[in-house]
């Protein structure tokens, strides 16, 4: 394993912990005021929480305006607050599945499903590199602040499309990067965990979505952190599709 894989398996092995005793353990890493708190009560009563599990930077959920009897897939899924609220979304005909590689983060997943009383969401160990789910088996691939993390990023992006339907669409929040950070920083493990480092440029975002055969790709940034040892990263809300053949 990467150090960098090994750094961030820690560090969300650390907060599911943290979270599984203390409630939520903040967003996006370092907290990097990166617009986690994007659900509103509401969201939470929905799935019995009272106060946020997200360590994400939006809220992915509401972007991709989900429709009863739908298959929702989350990359990286955390403490799974995505995957319930997507399963109450879709409705008891749809089913929302979460993926994840930290065991510490699955079994909190599986306690706040099993305490929201949520019957179609399913959580399951594995890499986002590499989706435990046959290939156009889902409607939508939601994430939130993980895809950032992958050291293969080109790898994630081609996991989503390869188990998306034809027609089925992208919904993601993510950090990019907006001014160049600085060298030493892109090589910290600790940065690259913290969400920062990984963050990479949205013209490449974009390329990366293009050349995995997704169509209509739209990065919309809406929360901008200045680093402190230089250049400036964001929170973005990207959209695609996968077209319909
Ligand atoms: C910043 S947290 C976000 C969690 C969740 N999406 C949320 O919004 O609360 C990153 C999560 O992605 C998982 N993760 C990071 N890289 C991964 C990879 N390559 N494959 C699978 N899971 C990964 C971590 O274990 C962690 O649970």
Not at 144 to 168: M, Q, T, Y
């Amino acid at each position: 394993m990467s150090t960098t894989r090994q750094a961030v398996r820690e560090r969300y092995a650390r907060a599911a912990r943290q979270m599984a005793v203390a409630g939520n353990a903040g967003c996006c890493g370092d907290g990097a005021g990166c617009d986690c708190g994007s659900y509103s009560e509401q969201d939470l009563q929905l799935i019995g929480l009272s106060e946020s599990v997200s360590l994400g930077c939006g809220n992915p959920t509401l972007l991709a305006a989900l429709e009863p009897g739908e298959k929702v897939l989350d990359l990286g899924s955390g403490g799974g607050l995505d995957v319930l609220l997507s399963a109450r979304r879709v409705g008891p005909t749809g089913h929302a599945f979460g993926v994840d590689m930290t065991d510490e983060m699955l079994e909190l997943a599986e306690a706040n499903r099993a305490r929201a009383g949520v019957r179609n969401a399913t959580f399951m160990k594995g890499t986002i590199e590499s989706v435990p789910l046959p290939s156009a088996s889902v409607d939508v691939v939601i994430s939130n602040c993980v895809i950032n993390l992958a050291e293969d990023k080109g790898a994630v992006i081609h996991e989503a499309f390869r188990v998306l339907r034809s027609g089925g669409r992208l919904a993601v929040a993510d950090m990019v990067e907006l001014e160049p950070l600085a060298p030493e920083l892109k090589r910290a493990p600790d940065a690259w965990a913290g969400c920062v480092a990984g963050a990479i440029p949205v013209e490449q975002y974009r390329g990366l979505l293009l050349a995995a055969g997704f169509a209509e790709p739209e990065i919309e940034v809406h929360t901008v952190t200045e680093v402190p040892e230089g250049g400036r990263i964001g929170s973005a809300y990207i959209r695609a599709r996968k077209s319909s053949v």
